[in-house]
């Protein structure tokens, strides 16, 4: 009877195993290498998992990322089975509405789609900025504004925390960990609390107070190290495939790449298919930049547009690694300072991809110091009541600089992609505001005879 139980379980074991790796062989997307261009199936890399190129890819520390991965899907295919007219109809801020364009299992159902272990109401708690949009007017011109302040953690970075959970959830992973400045571990560390998973974040000393407090507000684990971005995501790495803990690094993990690509899909569904010229991008690692350029080059293929806007990269003058390398076609590492700490990068590890997605679109770079990001922080919130953080605000920053330019003609549409809410960077709001004086009831009714 043992025996026969035994005998049993394991042909069960096997048949499982067989059934699980059928159905990720007959995944609806692969992998592709950025520097090698070798192909992958999902088996091939989900299986391990592998995050860079098992061929070509490499991780040095303090250096951009060899091997980036990128997800690509049969684009001819869904073409022939989505028009224009209906995908429009879609809402922004649900990605799941097109689960064909995403690395993730679904099924069909009586309503269509639906992801597979992932309910409605997990979904719900999951939804961006279903109004990113913002009009407004900035010296006699009509400017766009993406507004990322209102996205569940108030940033930009839940597009990828959300993809990268939704997988774990899929993949039956329970832990995530992974290095950041601020945002990415406090929207890591909201998503995986409001999805019942445990998130490890490592963050340097220096990251602002109100994100410290975010993170650990959301119950997370977080090590704060004695060090630099770019030492705690090397760190994040180590600790990470030591305790097998699924990471989310940006770049490393495809999926941060491809969660950000959801910008330009909802940009398109949000302005009824009527994208800008121009979309000026703050840039630190890159990911966002490179994130939003696949998502236009999808929609070309798909397509649904026949133009790509010009991407406009933006970095603070303390972390210009991108602007340099677009300049001299080299990485040189440099020390970053910058009260900008979201695109704070010594080593950008998406550089290489983010650098593709200037030249491709017959975009640009430009630097901006920190006097002018908390100037134009300053001209968001007064004039146009949006408080965002010092990275964000460089968007306007790097617009405001290349006012003039030829390559800003006055027919064109511009668009400031607004990243993270201000209040995650308290100290920084304060500069230049004093502490109003207190006076009692009386004394104010003196004033205002």
């Known amino acids: 009877m043992f025996f026969v139980t035994f005998v049993n379980f394991v042909l069960n074991f096997f048949k499982n195993i067989h059934f699980l790796t059928n159905k990720l062989m007959m995944a609806h997307y692969r992998y592709t290498c950025f ?177 410290r407090i975010q993170i650990q507000a959301y119950g997370a684990n977080i090590y704060l190290v004695k060090g630099t971005y770019d030492q705690a995501f090397d760190l994040s790495i180590n600790i990470s495939d030591r305790n097998r803990w699924y990471n989310r690094n940006t770049a490393f993990n495809p999926l941060t790449i491809e969660g950000k690509k959801s910008a330009a899909y909802d940009m398109f569904l949000a302005t009824k298919g009527s994208l800008p010229d121009i979309v000026f991008i703050p840039v630190g690692d890159g990911v966002i930049i490179s994130g939003i350029y696949k998502g236009f080059h999808e929609l070309q293929s798909l397509g649904l547009i026949e133009h790509i806007p010009k991407l406009i990269a933006v970095q603070a003058e303390g972390s210009d690694a991108l602007v340099r390398y677009l300049k001299h076609n080299l990485f040189e590492s440099r020390p970053a300072l910058t009260i900008a700490d979201s695109i704070c990068a010594q080593a950008p590890r998406n550089l290489y991809m983010a650098a593709e997605a200037v030249r491709k679109t017959g975009g640009n770079a430009v630097s901006v110091s920190d006097q002018e990001i908390i100037e134009a922080q300053r001209i968001l919130a007064r004039e146009f009541g949006i408080l965002a953080e010092p990275a964000a605000s460089a968007a306007l920053a790097g617009y405001v600089k290349m006012q003039g330019n030829d390559e800003l003609e006055d027919e064109n549409h511009v668009m400031l992609l607004i990243s993270g809410h201000g209040l995650k960077d308290f100290e920084s709001l304060k500069t230049g505001i004093e502490l109003p004086e207190a006076r009692t009831p009386d004394e104010w009714k003196s004033v205002f005879k």
Not at 64 to 71: Q, S
Not at 124 to 137: F, Q, Y
Not at 159 to 178: C, D, H, M, P
């Open 35 to 211: 520097d090698c261009k070798k192909q992958y199936s999902a088996a091939d890399i989900e299986h391990k998992p592998h995050y860079l190129c098992p061929s070509c890819g490499a991780h040095q520390p303090s250096e951009p990322l060899r091997g980036v991965l990128l997800i690509e899907y049969d684009y001819e295919s869904i073409r022939k089975k989505i028009k224009r007219e209906d995908f429009l109809k879609l809402p922004a801020g649900q990605i799941w509405r097109y689960p064909y364009l995403w690395p993730l299992r679904f099924e069909q159902d009586h309503d269509g789609y639906s992801l597979e272990h992932i309910s409605e109401r997990v979904l719900g708690r999951l939804m961006l900025n279903p109004h990113p949009i913002v009009r407004c007017e900035y010296k006699m011109r009509d400017l766009s504004i993406f507004d990322c302040t209102r996205n569940p953690t108030l940033s930009f970075k839940d597009r990828a925390s959300i993809l990268v959970a939704l997988k774990a959830i899929q993949s039956k992973i329970k832990q995530i960990a992974a290095a950041s400045t601020g945002n990415a571990a406090s929207s890591l560390a909201g998503i995986c609390a409001s999805l019942g998973l445990e998130a490890h974040l490592f963050v340097p000393e220096t990251i602002p107070e109100a994100k």
